[in-house]
C-alpha cells in the first residue's frame, strides 16, 4: 500500500529511473492498451464479413476461409484441412457436406473425391480485409451528402453558439446591471436539463416554426447552451478590469472592447467550447432523428443508424461508417489536443 | 467553480488564428450597427443588447419547452397540440408519486418511475466513487515526470471525443457471451460469463464504461489542479522527511480539494442524467436492473405505443427540478469555498 | 482555410435551399426502413416506375427503423411527415393513413390481394378503406439446427409434436452436444404469443375488450418460466434487456449454440448468408398446443399518409408497387414470405436463395396457410402492441427473478388498462 502511495505522491527528479517510475509506466501502459484497445477492435471489426463477425472466439485480424478453384467444378470451393484417419493432415477442398459427412477434393489431383467426417476438417483462414463493407454503403447511400450535411451543421452551429455564448458570458461578467441575477439564474438552473426530457415540445415549437426537415432545426436549438455561457463567463471574470477601463478612456465601443480585447483573452476557453460543441454537433442522434426525415438533409448519425432495422442490424455496414464518422473527430482531436488541455485546465467546465 | 487561473499569453496554432479571423470578420461586419446601437441607448443599456441574442434563444428553445412541459404534465391523453388535450389536474403526479413504501418500488402504482430512480441513484454512487478514484490515479502518475506525458494525456482524453452511442456498441461487442472478453476468459480455462444476465455485472459494466467514456475530461481538471501546488511544498516535506502516506492526506489532498470538489459535482450531474450510453449497452435490464431515470421518461415519451406525453413531462419536471436543487447546491458549495 | 471553409458553407447553404425547387413533376416521399436489402430492392423498383411515369418522382428516404417506430407517429401527429411509409405499427399509424379507393385504378383486386391484412391497417369501425399494402408479411416459426441433432443421434419430433415434445428433445441434444441454448425464443411480446395462442390464449373477450390473462395465456408463460428454470431456455435473451426492448438469438443461432430457434421468416434471407455451410440448418411447423399449431402473423406495410397533397400520385405509385408482378418480384429478391393473395397461391420463386433458404421459405409459406384466425384479430387489434409490451416487459421481470409471475400478470394488467385509458381522454 505505501508503495502504491509513495508511486503516486513522490515527485521524483530525472535521472536514473526509480522502480517506482517503472510502475508509472506500467499503469500507464495498461491504460493505452484499456483506452485504445476498444478502438482499434472497432476498427479492425469493420474490415470482417458478416459472417466472421459473429465468429466465436473471435479472430483480432479480419480472416475469411480461403477458397480455390478446382478444375472440374465451375464455383471456387472452400478449402479445408483434414485430419485423415491415418492421423496426417491434408488439404482438400470441399464439394459438398451432406449432413455429418463432407465430400472433398485434392485440388491437386481433382479427379477422385474423398468422404470425410464433418468434424475432422478445420477451415484454412486468410487474413482479408472486407473493403466491401466501406465501398457498397458509401455507394448506395449517399453518405457524402450526409456528411456535408454534418459538417455545415457543426461548423454553423459551432459558429452560432461561440457569437452568442461570448456575447452573453460578456455582459454577465463584465457589466453589473438590472436583472444580472436572474439571467444568472436562468443559465445555471437550465445548465443540467438534458435535451431527451424536453423533445416533444421543442419538436412542436420548431414545427411552428416551420423548420421541419430543415437543417436549420437541428442548428438553431442547441444553440445558446447554458454550459458555453457558464464557462466563458467564468473565465472572462478572471480579465483584469483594468484593461477594460483602459479602453473605455481611449473611447473604444463597447463591442470593440468585447471583440477585440475580451475575445481573444478568453482564447482558451473558447476553445474548450469549439471542441464540446463539434463533439455535441457530430454525435447528435435524437434530435436530428426527430425532425430531420428527408435524406438530402440527413446528418451522418441518422445515415449511420439506417442499418438498424426491426429486427436485423447490418452490423458489417453499421461498424464500417462508424470509423468513417470517427476519422474526423480524430483529426480535430489530433490538432486540438494540446489547446483542450490547457483550456479545461483554466476553466473546469464541461 | 472556475479554478481560476489568470489569462495566460494565448496558445498559437489552428484554432487561435481560425479563431482569430472568425473574430475579425464578425467585427468588421457588425461594428457599425453596435456603435449606432450603443450611441442611441447608452453604455449602461449595452449589456442587455449583449444578452439578446442569446436570451432569444434560451426563451425559444429552452424555456418556452419547459413551459409546454408543464401544460403537458397536467393534462392527458394522446394529442400532440397542448390545446387538444384534456385538463387532468395534478393526476399524472399523483400517479407517479402513489406508492406503499417509497423504499420499495414495487409497492408503487407506476413502479418503472421509482425503479429508474433507485437505479439512477445506486449508479450516482457507484459511478462518482470509481470516476474520482481513477481520475485521480491517473492524474497523480500524470503529475510525475514522465516521459511522453502529453501522449498519455491524450490516451486518457481520447473516449471523451466519442459519441455515447459508438462507445456503448463498441463495448456491448467485446462484452457479449461470443465477445472479446470472453475469448481471452475461455482462452485461459475460465468459464464464459454472462454479464449482461446477472444485475451486479451488468451495473459493474454501466459503471466501468462511464467511466472509461469520461474519465480523461476528469483526469485533466485534476491533473491541473496538482500541477498548480507550488513544488517548494513537497521539497520541504522531502527535507523533513515526511512520510508519503502524510504528503498525500496532508498536502496534497487538501490542495486539490476544490478540484476534487468540483469533479464530484460534475460527476454527480451527469450521472443523473445519464441515458444512451447505458440503454445501448445493457437495454437497461437484466429485469429492469439498469434502467434509469431518463431512460424511463423517454420511453413513456416515445417508446410506448400509446406515447404518453403527460405521464413522461410530470416525470421530467419532477427530474428537472431535482437536478436544479443539485445545481444551486453545487454553487453554494463552489461559493463558500471561494470565500 | 477560411475562404474554402466559407465556401463550402455557403455552397452548402444554397443546396439545402435549392433542394425544394426545380422540378416540374411532382416529387413524393417515402419513408422506408430496412431490415436487409429489401431498400436496394425497392430503390430500382421505383427507378422503373419513374421511367415509366415521368411526371413523378419518388425519393426514397431511408431512415433507422427508430424513426418510423418512435418518431414518425410525433410528426404525423404535428401534421408532418412523408406522403408514404414503411411501418410495423400498423394500428397506432392507421389514423393518418390515405384511404387510397377513390384514386385506385383497380381497387376490387388490390382489396382481393391484401383482404386480411388491411383489417390490421384501419382504424377501429372502419371495414372498407385501402390504406396500402404489405411489403411483407411474416409468420413467427421455429429454426432447428439439424446437424446438432444428427451429432446427438436423436430423432427430430414429428410435425405435429408439442411445445412440450420438442423441449424434451432440444434439451437432450443440447445436453449431449454441449450447446448453451437448447430452446431459444425472440424476445417479444409477439413471438411470445406465437406460443401463447397454441396454449389457448385470446387476449380479449367477445366485446373486444382486454382481456390478456387468461388460462391459456397462464399456461404459456408458466412454460416460458419453468423452461428458463430448467435450463431449457437461457436467461440471456428473456432476462438481459428491460421494458419492450427487442433480442433475438440469430447470432447464437449462426454460431451453433441454438439447437432450437422461435423467430420467423425475416431470419431466412440472414441465415443464408452468415451460416453458410457451418451446418444445416431447417425451418419447421410451428409446435402444437392444447388450442392450435398455430404461429403469429405480422409484418410490414407501405402505406399512403393523409397529409399528403398528391393522394392521386401516392395511389399511383402504391398500386404499382402492389401489382402482382411488381411485389413479386420484390418478395423474390428480399426472400419474404408474401404478403399477397393471389401471389401467394401463384407461388414465388426465390432464384437468389440457396436450397436451404428455399425450403425454409416453403415451409414458413405453408405455415400462412395454419394461422388461426385468433392470432390474426390479436395482430389486428389497435391495443394489440400495448399488450405485446406489457407482456414481454413483464415476463422478462419474471425471468429476471425480479417479480413473481403471479405479480406479473397484475402489472400487465394494470399496464394494459392504463395505457387504453390514457388514449381514450378526449378532450
Known amino acids: ?100 459427412i463432407a465430400q472433398m477434393v485434392d485440388p491437386k489431383a481433382p479427379g477422385t473425391t474423398v468422404r470425410v467426417a464433418a468434424d475432422k476438417r478445420q477451415p484454412v483462414r486468410e487474413m482479408a480485409f472486407a473493403v466491401s463493407n466501406y465501398t457498397e454503403p458509401l455507394a448506395k447511400y449517399d453518405f457524402l451528402r450526409f456528411l456535408e450535411n454534418s459538417l455545415f451543421v457543426t461548423l454553423i452551429a459551432t459558429a452560432i453558439t461561440l457569437v452568442i455564448n461570448s456575447m452573453a458570458a460578456y455582459a454577465l461578467s463584465i457589466y453589473e446591471f438590472k436583472g444580472k441575477t436572474l439571467a444568472m439564474l436562468a443559465v ?110 440527413q446528418t451522418l448519425q441518422i445515415g449511420l443508424n439506417a442499418f438498424q432495422g426491426e429486427l436485423q442490424t447490418q452490423w458489417h455496414y453499421l461498424l464500417a461508417m462508424t470509423v468513417v464518422t470517427l476519422t474526423p473527430v480524430a483529426i480535430v482531436f489530433a490538432f486540438l489536443q494540446r489547446f483542450i488541455a490547457t483550456g479545461i485546465a483554466n476553466t473546469g467546465m464541461k | ?84 388535450r384534456p385538463y387532468v389536474g395534478p393526476e399524472q403526479y399523483a400517479y407517479l408519486l402513489d406508492c406503499g413504501s417509497y423504499l420499495d418500488p414495487s409497492t408503487c402504482r407506476e413502479d418503472h418511475f421509482w425503479r429508474g430512480v433507485a437505479n439512477t441513484l445506486k449508479f450516482t454512487v457507484f459511478q462518482m466513487v470509481a470516476m474520482v478514484l481513477f481520475s485521480l490515479l491517473a492524474a497523480l502518475a500524470l503529475n510525475r515526470p514522465i516521459r511522453g506525458r502529453g501522449f498519455f494525456r491524450a490516451v486518457f482524453f481520447f473516449p471523451v471525443l466519442l459519441s455515447p452511442v459508438v462507445v456503448a456498441l463498441i463495448w456491448k461487442w467485446i462484452l457479449q457471451r461470443d465477445g472479446l472478453l470472453n ?70 489532498l487538501p490542495l486539490l480539494w476544490p478540484n476534487l470538489l468540483v469533479v464530484l459535482v460534475l460527476v454527480l450531474i451527469r450521472s443523473v442524467q445519464v441515458f444512451d450510453e447505458v440503454f445501448v449497452l445493457t437495454g437497461g435490464g437484466p429485469g429492469t436492473a439498469t434502467q434509469m431515470i431518463v431512460q424511463y421518461i423517454y420511453t413513456t415519451a416515445f417508446a410506448n405505443q400509446v406515447q404518453n406525453f403527460g405521464l413522461a413531462a410530470a416525470a421530467s419536471v419532477l427530474l428537472g427540478a431535482v437536478l436544479f436543487v443539485l445545481t444551486l447546491l453545487q454553487l453554494f458549495l463552489t461559493r463558500r469555498r471561494a470565500a | 482555410m477560411k475562404k474554402t471553409g466559407w465556401a463550402v458553407g455557403c ?101 382481393r390481394n391484401y383482404a386480411p391484412f388491411l383489417e390490421w391497417m384501419r382504424v377501429p369501425g372502419d371495414a372498407k378503406s385501402i390504406p396500402g399494402y404489405m411489403t411483407q408479411l411474416t409468420v413467427t416459426g421455429p429454426f432447428v439446427n439439424k446437424t446438432l441433432f444428427e451429432q446427438a443421434g436423436v430423432p427430430m419430433p414429428s410435425p405435429k409434436a408439442t411445445w412440450e415434445e420438442w423441449a424434451k428433445a432440444v434439451n437432450t441434444v443440447a445436453d449431449k452436444v454441449q450447446a448453451p441454448f437448447p430452446l431459444a425464443l425472440d424476445r417479444s411480446g409477439h413471438r411470445f404469443f406465437g406460443l401463447a395462442v397454441s396454449q389457448g390464449a385470446k387476449v380479449m373477450d367477445a366485446k373486444g375488450d382486454p382481456a390478456v390473462i387468461d388460462e391459456g395465456f397462464k399456461r404459456a408463460a408458466q412454460l416460458v418460466v419453468d423452461w428458463h428454470k430448467s435450463g431449457v431456455m437461457s436467461k440471456e435473451l428473456w432476462g438481459s434487456v428491460s421494458g419492450a426492448a427487442y433480442r433475438g438469438a440469430n447470432e447464437e443461432f449462426k454460431n451453433a449454440q441454438v439447437v432450437m430457434y422461435l423467430s420467423g421468416s425475416w431470419q431466412i434471407a440472414q441465415f443464408d448468408k452468415t451460416v453458410g455451410d457451418a451446418f444445416d440448418w431447417v425451418a419447421v411447423p410451428t409446435p402444437c398446443g392444447p388450442a392450435n399449431c398455430s404461429g403469429m402473423p405480422g409484418g410490414a406495410a407501405l402505406v399512403g399518409i393523409k397529409a399528403t397533397k398528391h393522394p392521386a400520385e401516392v395511389a399511383r405509385v402504391l398500386e404499382y408497387l402492389a401489382s402482382d408482378d411488381v411485389v413479386s418480384e420484390f418478395y423474390s429478391r428480399t426472400l419474404f414470405v408474401p404478403g399477397n393473395l393471389a401471389v401467394a397461391k401463384k407461388g414465388v420463386q426465390y432464384p437468389s436463395a440457396s436450397p436451404q433458404a428455399a425450403a425454409a421459405l416453403k415451409v414458413f409459406g405453408d405455415a400462412v396457410a395454419s394461422i388461426d384466425p385468433v392470432a390474426y384479430k390479436i395482430q389486428g387489434w389497435t391495443n394489440s402492441r400495448i399488450v405485446f409490451n406489457a407482456v414481454i416487459s413483464r415476463l422478462g421481470q419474471a425471468v429476471a427473478g425480479e417479480t413473481t409471475l403471479d405479480e406479473a400478470y397484475k402489472r400487465i394488467e394494470t399496464d394494459v388498462a392504463q395505457q387504453i385509458a390514457e388514449r381514450n381522454k378526449k378532450q
Request: proline share 7%; no cysteine; glycine share 6%.
Open chain 1, 1 to 100: 500500500m505505501t508503495g502504491i502511495l509513495r508511486l503516486l505522491t513522490a515527485r521524483r527528479g530525472a535521472g536514473r529511473l526509480h522502480w517506482t517510475d517503472w510502475a508509472t509506466y506500467a499503469y500507464l501502459g495498461l491504460a493505452v492498451l484499456l483506452m485504445f484497445g476498444p478502438v482499434l477492435w472497432l476498427v479492425l471489426s469493420s474490415f470482417k464479413t458478416p459472417a466472421a463477425l459473429l465468429e466465436f472466439p473471435p479472430s483480432f485480424l479480419p480472416m475469411t476461409q480461403k477458397e480455390v478453384r478446382v478444375e472440374g467444378y465451375p464455383q471456387p470451393l472452400p478449402l479445408f484441412s483434414v485430419t485423415m484417419e491415418d492421423g496426417s493432415t491434408r488439404e482438400l477442398a470441399q464439394v459438398r457436406r451432406v449432413g455429418l
Open chain 2, 1 to 84: 467553480m472556475t479554478l481560476i487561473a489568470p489569462p495566460r499569453a494565448r496558445p498559437r496554432g489552428p484554432s487561435a488564428s481560425l479563431l482569430d479571423r472568425f473574430g475579425h470578420a464578425v467585427v468588421r461586419v457588425f461594428e457599425p450597427p453596435f456603435r449606432a446601437l450603443q450611441r442611441i441607448l447608452g453604455v449602461r443599456r449595452m449589456p442587455y443588447v449583449f444578452l439578446l441574442p442569446n436570451a432569444v434563444f434560451f426563451g425559444l428553445f429552452v424555456f418556452l419547452p419547459i413551459g409546454i412541459n408543464l401544460v403537458y404534465s397536467v393534462t392527458g391523453g394522446t394529442a400532440l397540440f397542448p390545446s387538444q
Open chain 3, 11 to 111: 455552397a452548402l447553404a444554397l443546396s439545402v435551399l435549392g433542394s425544394g425547387y426545380a422540378q416540374a413533376q411532382t416529387t413524393l416521399r417515402m419513408m422506408w426502413y430496412s431490415d436487409g436489402n429489401e431498400g436496394e430492392v425497392m430503390a430500382d423498383l421505383l427507378k422503373r416506375f419513374e421511367d415509366k411515369n415521368k411526371d413523378i418522382k419518388v425519393v426514397l428516404d431511408q431512415v433507422p427503423f427508430k424513426a418510423t417506430n418512435e418518431t414518425l407517429p410525433v410528426q404525423l401527429a404535428a401534421g408532418q411527415g412523408p406522403d408514404m411509409a414503411r411501418t410495423t405499427d400498423m394500428g397506432g399509424i392507421a389514423p393518418y393513413m390515405l384511404d387510397l379507393r377513390p384514386y385506385l385504378k383497380d381497387a376490387a383486386t388490390f382489396e
Open chain 2, 183 to 252: 475469448a481471452a476468459v475461455t482462452s485461459l480455462g475460465g468459464q464464459k460469463i454472462l454479464f449482461f444476465v446477472d444485475p451486479s455485472w451488468a451495473m459493474f459494466w454501466s459503471v466501468f464504461v462511464s467511466v472509461w467514456a469520461h474519465m480523461g475530461f476528469y483526469t485533466l481538471i485534476l491533473l491541473a489542479g496538482l500541477q498548480a501546488i507550488p513544488r517548494d511544498i513537497y521539497e520541504a516535506a522531502e527535507m523533513d522527511g515526511t512520510r508519503p502516506w502524510r504528503v498525500l492526506t496532508r498536502i496534497t
Open chain 1, 188 to 297: 445555471i438552473g437550465t445548465l443540467m436539463i438534458p435535451i431527451t426530457i424536453v423533445l416533444v415540445p421543442v419538436y412542436l415549437v420548431v414545427t411552428e416554426m416551420g423548420l421541419v426537415n430543415s437543417l436549420w432545426a437541428v442548428i438553431l436549438p442547441g444553440a445558446a447552451t447554458p454550459t458555453g455561457v457558464f464557462l466563458l463567463r467564468q473565465y472572462m471574470l478572471t480579465i483584469p478590469r483594468d484593461l477594460i477601463e483602459a479602453a473605455r478612456m481611449d473611447k473604444a465601443s463597447e463591442w470593440r472592447i468585447y471583440a477585440r480585447i475580451v475575445m481573444p483573452l478568453s482564447a482558451p476557453a473558447l476553445a474548450v467550447l469549439t471542441i464540446f460543441s463539434i463533439m455535441w454537433r457530430w454525435n447528435d442522434f435524437l434530435w436530428p432523428l426527430a425532425v430531420l426525415t428527408k435524406s438530402e438533409v
